[in-house]
């Protein structure tokens, strides 16, 4: 894991985003923050289970399924079987320690 605290996210909404093998936040600050950074981890669990390239279409895929229900991007986005594993499981700093492979499935 390379932690990153990147400009290009200065002018988002966006806390942090994971892409294997880095985790880039917005403001160094951030890397303080053991919720958004445990959120991350687990995001990259995820990635390295999918094998990296199959996370993102899956990813992407499962976004663009659910923007067509709900016709809302942010309910989209938290309704993405990833992102609801790692919302429910971040602030439980021993998760992954415990987390069995291919748990996101079970938030699909």
Known sequence: MIIICQRLLK???ISGITLFPF??????ELRH???????EKIHLRQQLELLIIPFYIWYL???YIKYLKYKNPDLA???ISFERE???NDQNL???KKRKWWSFISYL
């Open 94 to 96: 021993d998760y992954l």
């Open 86 to 88: 790692a919302y429910k």
């Open 23 to 28: 985790i880039l936040l917005r403001k160094k």
């Open 11 to 13: 002018n988002t909404k």
């Open 61 to 63: 895929s499962e976004y």
């Open 33 to 39: 923050n053991p919720i958004l950074i445990n959120h």
């Open 77 to 79: 986005y938290r309704n």
